[in-house]
């Protein structure tokens, strides 16, 4: 079982920063691939990025790429999403999650991660 806590969160203003962190539980975190995903109001969970289990591969979806940059710490069991040049696009309530996959390109699906975190709400304002 793992535990996921996300935070970082909170309101800014467009071509602003944040930086989301993801606190995981357990001893095998870094075992786990790691993504992040997010879902705006009235919209579907969407694929942001992800990080395999050593943090030797990343992959963003389009509409971040260039903005948005994933890390781990598996030192301090912890995940980040640095996201610059936000937009009021970017605002949505953001989740963490982990997977056991170890195919990189199965990591943009949402069905391969079996743990979640609650989600931190991120709004930009223009």
């Known amino acids: 079982q793992v535990q996921l806590v996300e935070s970082g969160g909170g309101l800014v203003q467009a071509g602003g920063s944040l930086r989301l962190s993801c606190a995981a539980s357990?001893?095998?975190?870094?075992?786990?691939?790691m993504g992040w995903f997010r879902q705006a109001p009235g919209k579907e969970r969407e694929f942001v990025a992800t990080?395999?289990?050593?943090?030797?591969?990343?992959v963003y979806a389009d509409s971040v790429k260039g903005r948005f940059t994933i890390s781990r710490d598996n030192a301090k069991n912890t995940a980040y999403l640095q996201m610059n040049s936000l937009k009021p696009e970017d605002t949505a309530v953001y989740y963490c999650a982990v997977s056991a996959q170890v195919q990189l390109y199965r990591l943009l699906r949402q069905d391969v991660y079996a743990y979640w975190g609650q989600g931190t709400q991120v709004t930009v304002s223009s």
């Open positions: 357990g001893r095998t975190f870094s075992t786990y691939a």
């Open positions: 990080i395999t289990w050593n943090g030797g591969n990343t």
